[in-house]
Every structure is written in C-alpha cells, then in structure tokens.
Nanobody, 124 residues
C-alpha cells in the first residue's frame, strides 16, 4: 500500500521559514515526479511546486517563486519543501503528491498518490 506521510507543518510568524517533508513508502518513486499543493480555507487546492524524477527540473507557482525550494531525495524516497519569507497568505493545508511520470507537471490530475496534508499557519 502506497503511503505519503507529510511532516513539518505548524505555526510560524510572517517572515519566518518552514520546512516540509514527505516520506513515501509502499513503492519507489525514484522515476517519478513529486509535487506540493496547498488548500486554504474556502479555496480550491492549488499548485505550489513540482520536481522531476531526477531533480533536474522544477516548477513553482508564481506566488512562491523565489521563496520556495523543492528537493527530492531518491535514496530516501522523500520530497521536501523549504519555504522562506512566509506570508499570512501562505496559510493552508499543504499536501505532497507523487506522479507515475517523470515530468514536473503542475496539474493535480497527473498525481494519483497524495499525502494526508499538514497545516501551515502564518501569523501576521
């Protein structure tokens, strides 16, 4: 059974930093792209960042570009998201997702595997 377990959420002040981690089990995602999405209260789930299977290509939402860094550790079957200069509008539940393909797509439908989500709250 495939599981994506997310850790690292919490409460942080505006301007601060946060690191999220997603550990996959049940199958290898070495050849698969992985991504982060988020969903704020009352809003639809939105793309945050994606990374190709080998880490050679990344995509970021405009809202986090320059503040977020996604990395992938194939040896540990994990994907991480480092967010800096956090803003209150970054407050959301953050989800990691794994694709069956290698490209860092921004489309949620391309990711059949999802983690349980972790709450990130940025106070002003």
């Amino acid at each position: 059974q495939v599981q994506l377990v997310v850790s690292g959420g919490g409460l942080v002040q505006a301007g601060g930093s946060l690191s999220l981690s997603c550990a996959a089990s049940g199958r290898s995602f070495v050849r698969c792209a992985m991504a982060w999405f988020r969903q704020a209260p009352g809003k639809e789930r939105e793309f945050v960042a994606a990374i190709s299977w080998d880490g050679g290509s990344t995509n970021y939402a405009d809202s986090v570009k320059g503040r977020g860094t996604i990395t992938k550790d194939n040896a540990r079957n994990t994907v991480n998201l480092q967010m800096n200069s956090l803003k209150p509008e970054d407050t959301a539940v953050y989800f990691c997702a794994a694709s069956l393909w290698g490209s860092a797509t921004m489309t949620p439908e391309e990711y059949p595997y999802w983690g349980q989500g972790t709450q990130v709250t940025v106070s002003s």
